[in-house]
């Protein structure tokens, strides 16, 4: 049994907070009657309803891990019409994407309607480890790619990469870079290497967790496993 605004919280509906103020208004109801008390305690088989809709329960979660093109941006609506990264995937569930992949970055996208993963895989203190190749202006001096190994100060916050490597180095020209972080800040790659004087020309995330893109080509989806989604589920720390 669980508290029925931590149920909703956790259904990736809203905040803990704002469910509080939607319960207090009369406005959820579980197995068919308004509930507004705080403290109810509500368990897997009850039907929660808020503002009209139904909860997802346990088994109408989904996953689904994405190959973002570029052009594409995360989230489940744009105001401007663009192309979304929910719209690429074929199903009749509200998901969302679990953090972003900037507009021109490519790559690996976890999407779902499962709001406890999301918190889980979005809470700092699990440290998700995500792999990106980053093409960037210029070539790294040994002095910029040792301070990028001993950790940088991004907006007041150091970040200490996991793993750094130059995969390639065309003199005066590019060079493409392996980095993994633990981070999940926006942009944050790309204020990385500003940092060091060098925009980022094209960026890809290959990695998040434990989970690659294998063959999966651009727009291309697939479902994650049952085993893939517990072992997602045991990085909660
Ligand atoms: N860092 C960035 O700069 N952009 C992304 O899309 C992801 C990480």
Redesign the pocket.
């Given at each position: 049994m669980e508290r029925l605004q931590k149920v909703i919280a956790n259904s990736g509906y809203t905040s803990r907070r704002h469910a509080e103020i939607l319960i207090k208004e009369g406005k959820v109801k579980v197995n068919g009657k308004i509930v507004k008390e705080l403290g109810t305690k509500v368990n897997i088989n009850d039907e929660i309803e808020v503002e009209g809709n139904s909860l997802a329960k346990k088994e109408d979660k989904v996953y689904f891990l994405l190959n973002k093109p570029r052009e594409v941006i995360s989230s489940a609506s744009d105001k401007k019409g663009r192309k979304t990264v929910v719209s690429l995937i074929n199903t009749d569930k509200r998901i969302y994407p679990i953090g972003?992949?900037?507009y021109d970055?490519t790559g690996l996208l976890l999407l779902t309607n499962d709001g406890e993963l999301t918190n889980i895989l979005m809470h700092p203190k699990n440290e998700v480890p995500?792999t990106?190749v980053a093409k960037i202006e210029g070539n790294l001096s040994p002095k910029e790619f040792y301070s990028l190994k001993k950790g940088l100060i991004i907006e007041n916050r150091k970040v200490i990469p996991n793993y750094v490597k130059v995969r390639k180095s065309i003199q005066d020209k590019y060079d493409i870079v392996e980095i993994t972080i633990v981070e999940g800040r926006?942009?944050?790659?790309?204020?990385i290497f500003e940092s060091l004087h060098h925009s980022?020309i094209k960026?890809k995330?290959q990695s998040y967790a434990f989970l690659t893109l294998d063959n999966l080509k651009s727009g291309e989806y697939r479902e994650l496993s049952i085993k893939e989604v517990k072992k997602l589920y045991s990085l909660h720390k």
């Open positions: 972003r992949l900037d970055t995500k990106y926006n942009h944050i790659i790309k204020k980022v960026l995330r």
